[in-house]
C-alpha cells in the first residue's frame, strides 16, 4: 500500500517561507510525475506546481518566481520552497504522486491527506 504523507506546513507572516516535502513509501517500482495542488476554504483545488523524472517543472503563474519545486528520486521524496508568501497562499497542500508499483503494472495516482499552509501577520 502507497502512502504519500506530505510535512512542512504552518503559520507564517507575509514575506516569509516556508518549505513543504511528500514523502512516498509501500511498494513502489518508479515513480513517474509529482505535483503540489492546493485548496483554499470555499475554492476548487488548483494546481500549484508539477514536475516529471527529469528537471523539468511547471508552475502556476500565480507562484511563478516564488516557489520552486523539486525531487530527491532517491529518497522518494517531492519539496515545494515557498518564498515571499502572501496571505493569498494560505491553502491546504496537497501531494499527488503517480506511482508506478511493479515492473510490469499500471501506474495509478495518490494523494496525500495535506498540509496547511497559513499566512497571516
Known amino acids: 500500500e502507497q502512502v504519500v504523507l506530505e510535512s512542512g506546513g504552518g503559520l507564517v507572516q507575509p514575506g516569509g517561507s516556508l518549505r513543504l516535502s511528500c514523502v512516498v513509501s509501500g511498494s513502489i517500482f518508479s515513480i513517474k510525475g509529482m505535483a503540489w495542488y492546493r485548496q483554499a476554504t470555499g475554492q476548487q483545488r488548483e494546481l500549484v506546481a508539477s514536475?516529471?523524472?527529469?528537471?523539468?517543472?511547471n508552475y502556476a503563474d500565480s507562484v511563478m518566481g516564488r516557489f520552486t519545486i523539486s525531487r530527491d528520486n532517491a529518497k522518494n521524496t517531492m519539496y515545494l520552497q515557498m518564498n515571499s508568501l502572501k496571505p493569498e497562499d494560505t491553502a491546504v497542500y496537497f501531494c499527488?504522486?503517480?506511482?508506478?508499483?511493479?515492473?510490469?503494472?499500471?501506474?495509478?495516482?495518490?494523494w496525500g491527506q495535506g498540509t496547511q499552509v497559513t499566512v497571516s501577520s
Open positions: 514536475t516529471g523524472t527529469g528537471a523539468s517543472a
Open positions: 499527488l504522486a503517480y506511482i508506478q508499483r511493479d515492473k510490469y503494472g499500471s501506474i495509478n495516482s495518490y
